[in-house]
Structure formats: C-alpha cells, structure tokens
C-alpha cells in the first residue's frame, strides 16, 4: 500500500497547479485580439484579390486599425456637387484666384532659398531632363509649401471609403437625400457610384505600389482624395512615374530626391521640352492639374523664381 501524500506536498502541488493556471491566462490575455476587416469592406477585398493583389496582403493590410469605413468621406465628396447642382454658386470676382497666396514674397523668397540648397539635386535634374529648376519648385510650392503641408487625410481610408459607396445604401444616409427631388436623385446615384469607381481605381494602384515599394499603405497620410507625397501625386500616377531618385534602391515620394525625379519623368512624358512656347508649357502643367488657373499659378511661380531676387 503507497503512502499518503504529505500536506506540504499537497500544498506544493496546489501552488504549481494554480501558478500553471495563471500562467496560461496570463499568456492568453497577452495575445492580441485578432484584428477584424470592416464588413462595409467585404466586397472591396474580393474585388481586389479577384483582380490580382494577392489575398493574404489584401487582408492584412483591410486587418488595419487604421482602416476603417468612414462614409462621411465620400459625403463630404457629394454634398458640394448636390448643391451647385441644385443652387449654382454665383461666379468669382474677376481678377480673384485661390492660388495668388503662393506669389507672396516669403514664398518666393523660400523657394529660391529651396533651389539653391539643393542646387546639385537640380543640376543633375536639369541635365538629364532639361527641366529647369524653377519648374518642378513652383509645383512644390503650389502642392505643399515645399512640404509644408503634406495633408492629413488618412490615404488607404479616404480611398477605400469612397470605393465602398459603390453600393449607395453605404452613404445614402449621409447625404440630404429628403431634400433631392426625386428627379435630381438618379443623378445623385450615379455620381457618387462613379466617384467610388474611381476611387477603386486609385485604391488597387496605392496596394500594388505600396506592395512593390515596401510601403505601408495604412500609414499614409496625402489630401482629401488621395494625394500623397511631396509632389502630391495620386496612386495612379505614383504607379507609373514614381522613380529611384538618388540610388537608394527604394521609391519615396516623401524623399526629395526621389520626388523630383519622379515629377521630372512625369513631366517629359507630357511632353515638357526646353523653349516650350507659354500655351504648350501650360498644357504639359494642366496634366499634372486639370485646371488651368492652377497650371497658370505655377508658370507664375516659375517666373517668379526665375528672376533675380531682391
């Protein structure tokens, strides 16, 4: 017949037992919750995937904190159009531009300050592109301040909300539909599907640059509708122009190396040539902007630069 346990035993036996408990939940509460995708993004990340992106990388990065449905983003989107669709804003006063902040002399000044600290930068640019320093300065500035202002929106979200509204029951109750004859609501419909079509478009070119380049999409941060980096470009055009500026073996649109090489590829591909006459030049700078006010505040920047300052 064995002998019985001891006390001390026992109680030693119990120590290990409730030390071996603790320990499990212990290890258990220290492992993180496994992040959930938005449901809202469901058919974003079988759309993605079924067009090419593989899916462990789609759902990991949809698996972000950062990344959450916000259909407030495309509203804000939407309401604009619905009003002047419905009350047209009365025309600017002649003579008045949004842009005419970017001739003030403190900018000037900065940026010819800009161009002569990083006059090699520009040398080897100018060299190989005939691109003239000034040029991609005057974008700077009108873009961000010379980097100044880069934009608070959260990329991957702005993008990825606005292609969610592609099914409009995702937004409808943001917008002031009660107030939308019922005419006028098709209109409303097929606007904001066409805004989210874009924004898919731009949303699958951010995941395959960011993929290529090593980026962590969710961590961008650019404008209201996507733009990122020091030359502000959108997905799209980072996907195709984006270049190794200064030999690194990465692309960083926050680089400034990188940036202006990258706006100088840009820039020859639309056809920027020495001794452009002014409406050409303008055209070649309406392709980096549609709008010819902008075009024509940067070719004023550029002059600007260009002359001797004080």
């Known amino acids: 017949m064995s002998e019985m346990p001891r006390a001390g035993a026992l109680h ?54 950062r990344v959450r449905f916000n259909p407030q983003i495309m509203a804000d989107k939407m309401v604009p159009l619905i009003r ?14 949004p842009y005419a902040q970017y001739l003030s002399d403190g900018l000037i000044d900065h940026g010819r300050q800009f161009m002569a600290e990083h006059a090699a930068l520009f040398a080897a640019i100018e060299h190989g592109y005939a691109l003239p320093p000034e040029v991609p300065t005057a974008i700077l500035i009108v873009e ?35 107030q939308i004859e019922a005419g006028l609501r098709p209109w409303v419909i097929r606007r904001t599907r066409q ?11 951010l995941l395959r640059f960011a993929r290529g380049t090593g980026l962590d999409p969710a961590s961008l941060r650019g404008s209201p509708f996507g733009a990122f980096g020091l030359p502000q470009f959108m ?13 690194d073996g990465r692309v960083d649109l926050f680089d400034l190396a990188d940036a202006i090489k990258s706006m100088a590829e840009f820039l020859k591909f639309h056809g920027w040539k020495p001794g452009l006459p002014p409406e050409r030049a303008l055209r070649v700078i309406m392709a980096y902007n549609p709008s010819q006010e902008y075009a024509q505040a940067v070719l004023d920047v550029a002059e600007r630069l260009r002359a001797p300052g004080p």
């Open 235 to 247: 997905p799209s055009i980072a996907e195709r122009f984006a270049v190794d500026g200064d030999g």
């Open 144 to 178: 961000t301040k010379l980097g100044q202002s880069l934009g608070r929106a959260e990329t991957m979200e702005t993008l990825a909300s606005m292609a969610a509204c592609e099914d409009f029951r995702n937004v409808q109750d943001y917008l002031p539909m009660n």
């Open 195 to 205: 805004k989210a079509e874009w924004a898919y478009g731009e949303l699958g070119a």
């Open 84 to 97: 002047s669709k419905v009350a047209p804003a009365p025309p600017r006063p002649t003579g008045s531009s």
């Open 12 to 65: 030693r036996g119990r120590q290990i037992f409730v030390s071996a408990c603790l320990a499990a939940l212990l290890s258990v509460a220290s492992v993180p919750a496994a992040a959930e995708t938005d449901p809202a993004f469901a058919p974003l990340v079988k759309r993605l995937v079924r067009d090419g992106l593989p899916q462990d990388y789609v759902e990991t990065v949809f698996a972000s904190p």
